[in-house]
């Protein structure tokens, strides 16, 4: 299905192409345009390979290739671009050559048509001041391979309206991005204290303190990445890493300013020799004068209010693939070391302009760690939209994460205005389920009753989600597992898009669903139909859950607004009032009755039933944990006979048993992996 936004994209190069490829996987129309045809059929080329080499991967089929170049249509005509929603500009990094092309497209297009620059080093005020219509002029900076890359920087000038904005996010997330929104101001956000970060190691280099293997190796230990600075340099281009940071140095200071062995190499035209002995002895060092750079870097970017901690950390784990981002790296160390790091990286550079940042020192006086914020929300028109917004973690709940979900609800609660609330998640994912680290932490600090805790408090908000006075309505657009189905199916209604899926894997990971999710689908399904969904962990894709109704309103993504409208308008309805199933369903029900459950969970195939189909669930369920099959059947049996609020009491008194068996450790630790569980 084309969604319904058109694009152009002008630059067929690295990143039109890459931009044009993704945004059309994901169902946009684009027209591609280059100066000549030549150019033109090069960018689709290159898409055309990258497209085959996934279908080489099973990451999509040949059909989704096929019709992904359907949606991308290439042209060297500036009219073709006339009745464009959006006008991305990927060409030369040149301000004339930009200038130019908005002041042609300003000419050209409808007046809807708003204009985004890729740049990633020139202001995007200025480049706005090329046409007549500031307001609709953004900041979309791409980063490479825009088809892999989740990360999209959104850089709103002070002119640009709330609607470009708005817009521009929304098509942000129709074709699959983590956003961050950052001010137009020099590098963005994770160009700003990456290029330091590598300047930063060339001067370790040119300094003698180390040799380049001893620095690859400390920065690849220190960021958690697969590639230290110098590789990355030879990989991405000396020219344009030598390049880079003269922007950065005009308007931020010379702590930016490309060392000269930096521009040597670049004019030489040479790599860098990653080749060498690592001196273990100096890894401390490096890693100390990268990180106070860093962190330096950072904190100052947030005393400027340019961007938020989470906006930073979100960017260095998605855009740059860290492990950690810099602020949970300054909790990690610890306040008074990061603060000791910035302060040697101050002292040894007293010319290069490097202050201690003001954030710096706050929480270095009051011993703080930063904090981070999970869950925003937003009001309009009574309703009360809570955003789960950690998509570099598929928004999976933690304890921070629920904490924030409770005063954000309890507000809610409170506020006389709200009618309704909206439980929603940023990026493309719903919620991938709980945090999975925790129960591991738990299970091998002895500690399982704050895992009781946990499932205590986290059952407690979704108990009021389902009973609250005010209408709660999950808007599920992504993948939902595990804790993030759960919570769907305890609000009072569900609006969903066509990418949406439930599934509750935990038998998988040698664990039961804890949320509720286990009585939730079976009084909305009956006992065997959740059995089904419990045992095996088979998805519900958003068709199957609207007909069996689970869903309220399956609707596109463009039409979810006016859902939650006529939702509210209807006002509040019994989601487990009574319900045919469709016929396919009846197989489901016969198999997993009371009697031929137990032997399903033998093993054996029961007497009378499709035997096809009972085999293949006998082998889907030989890859899960016993005990969790056996726990959660007898649960679920238990849970049947009381009220949701007991059914619930059962999920909890069970839980220390099943995480205190060898298989929840073996299945938690192993997520993803085929493991060969023990019945222990
Ligand atoms: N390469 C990266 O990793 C990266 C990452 C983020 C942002 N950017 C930014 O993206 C932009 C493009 O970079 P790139 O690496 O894709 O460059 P590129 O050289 O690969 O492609 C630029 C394309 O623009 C075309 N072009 C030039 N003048 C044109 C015109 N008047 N009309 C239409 N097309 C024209 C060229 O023919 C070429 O195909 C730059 O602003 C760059 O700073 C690049």
Avoid at 8 to 30: D, F, H, R, W, Y
Avoid at 328 to 356: H, M, Q, S, T, W
Avoid at 523 to 550: D, M, N, Q, S
């Amino acid at each position: 299905m084309a969604k319904t936004y058109r694009v152009g994209i002008v630059g067929a190069g690295t990143m039109g192409s890459g931009i044009a490829q993704k945004m059309a996987q994901e169902g946009l129309e684009v027209t591609l345009l280059d100066i000549n045809e030549e150019k033109v059929k090069k960018g689709i080329n290159g898409i055309k390979e990258m497209l085959d080499q996934g279908v080489e991967h099973n990451v999509f089929t040949r059909e989704k290739a096929g019709a992904t170049l359907d949606r991308i249509k290439g042209t060297i005509s500036y009219e073709d671009l006339r009745d464009m929603d959006l006008v991305v500009e990927a060409v030369f990094e040149d301000q004339k050559l930009k200038g130019e092309i908005f002041r042609k497209l300003d000419e050209i297009c409808e007046p809807k048509t708003i204009f985004a620059s890729n740049t990633s080093s020139l202001s995007i005020s200025e480049l706005a001041k090329s046409t007549n219509r500031k307001d609709k002029f953004i900041g979309m900076h791409y980063f490479f391979h825009p088809a892999k890359n989740r990360l999209l920087e959104i850089t709103p000038h002070e002119d640009t309206s709330k609607e470009t904005l708005k817009k521009v996010s929304f098509i942000g997330k129709l074709h699959g991005k983590t956003m961050i929104i950052a001010k137009d101001a020099p590098g963005f956000v994770v160009n700003r204290f990456f290029i330091p970060y590598y300047v930063q190691a060339i001067r370790v280099l040119e300094e003698c303190v180390a040799n380049i293997p001893t620095i690859e190796k400390a920065a690849k230990e220190a960021f958690g990445v697969g590639m230290g600075p110098f590789e990355l340099i030879n990989v991405s281009g000396m020219a344009v890493s030598a390049h880079a940071p003269n922007a950065l140095k005009d308007e931020c200071g010379n702590f930016y300013a490309p060392p000269d062995i930096l521009k040597k190499k670049a004019e030489a035209e040479e790599l860098w020799d990653l080749n060498g002995e690592v001196e273990e002895d100096k890894i401390k060092e490096v890693q100390e004068l990268l990180y106070g750079a860093v962190f330096g870097v950072v904190c100052t970017m947030v005393d400027e209010g340019i961007v938020t901690v989470e906006q930073i950390d979100r960017g260095a784990k998605v855009g740059l693939r860290w492990e950690e981002g810099p602020f949970k790296l300054i909790n990690k160390i610890g306040i008074d070391k990061a603060y000791e790091y910035v302060n040697k990286v101050n002292k040894r550079y007293p010319d290069l302009d490097f202050e201690i940042p003001e954030t710096l020192k706050d929480h270095y006086k009051s011993k703080k760690p930063f904090e981070f914020n999970f869950v925003d929300t937003t009001i309009e028109n009574g309703i009360a939209n809570i955003k789960i917004n950690r998509p570099e973690a598929m928004n999976a709940l933690n304890d921070e994460v629920f904490n924030q979900l409770i005063e954000e609800f309890d507000k809610a609660e409170k506020n006389k205005d709200i009618k309704a609330v909206v439980i929603k998640s940023a990026g493309k994912e719903f919620i991938a389920g709980a945090d999975i680290k925790y129960f591991v932490e738990n299970i091998k600090n002895d500690t399982l009753d704050k895992t009781v805790k946990f499932t205590k408090r986290s059952n407690n908000l979704l108990r009021r989600f389902e009973t609250s006075s005010k209408l709660t309505i999950a808007l599920v657009d992504g993948l939902s597992l595990g804790g993030g189905t759960e919570l769907a199916l305890a609000c009072q209604a569900i609006v969903a898009t066509p990418e949406a899926s439930f599934a509750l894997p935990e038998t998988g990971i040698g664990i039961f669903p804890g949320n509720g999710g286990m009585i939730r689908l079976a009084r909305c399904l009956g006992p065997e139909v959740a059995k089904y969904y419990v045992f095996t962990g088979e998805r519900l894709t958003a068709e199957e859950a609207e007909e069996v109704g689970i869903i309220t309103k399956l609707v596109d993504i463009t039409e979810v607004d006016k859902a939650i409208k006529q939702i509210i308008e209807k006002g509040k309805f019994d989601k487990y009032a009574d319900r045919e199933l469709p016929d396919k369903y009846e197989k489901i029900k016969k198999v997993f009755n009371k009697k031929n459950v137990l032997k399903l969970l033998n093993g054996e195939i029961p007497d009378g039933i499709d035997k096809e189909f009972a085999e293949k669930v006998v082998k889907i369920l030989s890859n899960k944990a016993p005990i969790a099959l056996k726990m959660a059947n007898e649960i679920i049996d238990e849970q049947m006979k009381v009220s949701i609020d007991e059914a619930i009491e059962i999920e909890i008194e069970h839980n220390t048993e099943i995480f205190n068996t060898k298989d929840a450790l073996l299945g938690l630790t192993n997520i993803g992996k085929k493991v060969e569980f023990k019945g222990k």
